[in-house]
């Protein structure tokens, strides 16, 4: 038989006179320990819906649906499937999107559909294929990054204009007609449609 040791007689003797690790809850209130990584809290004036956070979630739990037709891009959030590692938060391009609470860590549910959440974005589209950019709020976001230099780019313009209300939509979009011609530039174009404007220009 072995015997226990010295250093386990001690810690047995102090966990006995300790208080306990953990809380009686739901009996009692549970309060979170410091930096505690709780449900993903999304803000959604600061969440641009640019896809970054669907793309580094390890399960999955983030998803994004375009529908073409409406426009609209549609976030939705399982936080069923969450881990809570925090890298949705940490690579949030406008750092304020989403956020892990350190006090919510009670979701559960007989409803799986209890903790999904949705969001919607007004898609950008490009005016002569169709190709979806992103969403308009991505590409204002950009804008601000860029500072002045946006100014360079008469699309981002338009897109200023119209968020501005500088300039009404008839103003700032004209019909497209064949071959890119190079009024048409003052639509937004996608950077294939983009390109090939610019090639079909310079080779006149
Ligand atoms: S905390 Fe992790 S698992 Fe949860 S939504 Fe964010 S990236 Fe995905
Ligand atoms: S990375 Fe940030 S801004 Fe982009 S969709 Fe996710 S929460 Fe929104």
Same mark, same amino acid.
């Given at each position: 038989m072995r015997y226990p040791k010295i250093r386990e007689l001690g810690e047995a003797v102090v966990s006995l006179v300790s208080p306990a690790y953990t809380t009686k809850y739901p009996k009692k209130e549970h309060v979170p320990f410091e930096n505690f990584r709780g449900k993903p809290v999304v803000d959604d004036d600061n969440c641009v819906g640019c896809e970054t956070c669907a793309n580094v979630c390890p399960p999955m739990a983030i998803t994004f649906e375009d529908d073409r037709e409406k426009g609209i891009r549609t976030i939705r959030r399982d936080y069923g499937k969450c881990i809570f590692c925090g890298q949705c938060e940490e690579h949030c391009i406008t750092q304020k999107g989403v956020k892990l609470s350190d006090k919510i860590f009670d979701m559960s549910s007989f409803d799986r559909n209890d903790n999904v959440e949705y969001q919607e974005k007004e898609l950008l589209i490009c005016k002569n294929c169709g190709a979806i950019i992103t969403t308009k709020e991505h590409y204002m976001f950009m804008h601000k990054k860029l500072g002045p230099k946006a100014y360079s780019n008469i699309m981002n313009l338009n897109m200023l204009n119209e968020k501005l209300r500088l300039a009404s939509e008839d103003n700032t979009e004209v019909a497209l007609s064949e $071959?890119? *011609? *190079?009024? $048409?530039?003052?639509n937004i174009l996608c950077p294939n449609c983009l390109r090939e404007l610019q090639l079909k220009t310079h080779g006149r």
């Open positions: $071959d890119l *011609r *190079r009024r $048409d530039a003052f």
